[in-house]
């Protein structure tokens, strides 16, 4: 079995800075890819940013400049820096992670439960 934690969310005001943090667990084999998306009221879950285990990223547009993923792959962990939040940023942020498990080859899906991130004067 496997869990994803995330930690860091919370309210901020605009141009402040947050950094989110997941964490995997469980009979990890390995990891291929960790990432971020996020739901907004309304809005389709979006990804926000992934990275592989070797440091491969990849990011929506509407955040580069501003966001930057990152992974400490010793602690299965990968991080979320956002800088300069804005309004529209706010929504759940879910950690998503494709990674096998002891026992299998095959690459599986794993969600963490979210954590609120806020945007607010």
């Known amino acids: 079995q496997v869990q994803l934690v995330e930690s860091g969310g919370g309210l901020v005001q605009p141009g402040g800075s947050l950094r989110l943090s997941c964490a995997a667990s469980?009979?990890?084999?390995?990891?291929?890819?960790m990432g971020w998306y996020r739901q907004a009221p309304g809005k389709q879950r979006e990804l926000v940013a992934a990275?592989?285990?070797?440091?491969?990223?990849n990011s929506a547009d509407s955040v580069k400049g501003r966001f930057t993923i990152s992974r400490f792959n010793a602690q299965n962990t990968v991080y979320l820096q956002m800088n300069s939040l804005k309004p529209e940023d706010t929504a759940v942020y879910f950690c998503?992670?494709?990674?096998?498990?002891?026992?299998?080859?095959?690459?599986?899906?794993?969600w963490g439960q979210g954590t609120q991130v806020t945007v607010s004067s």
């Open positions: 990275i592989t285990s070797d440091g491969a990223t």
């Open positions: 469980g009979r990890i084999f390995s990891i291929y890819r």
């Open positions: 998503n992670a494709d990674l096998r498990i002891i026992g299998t080859m095959a690459l599986r899906d794993y």
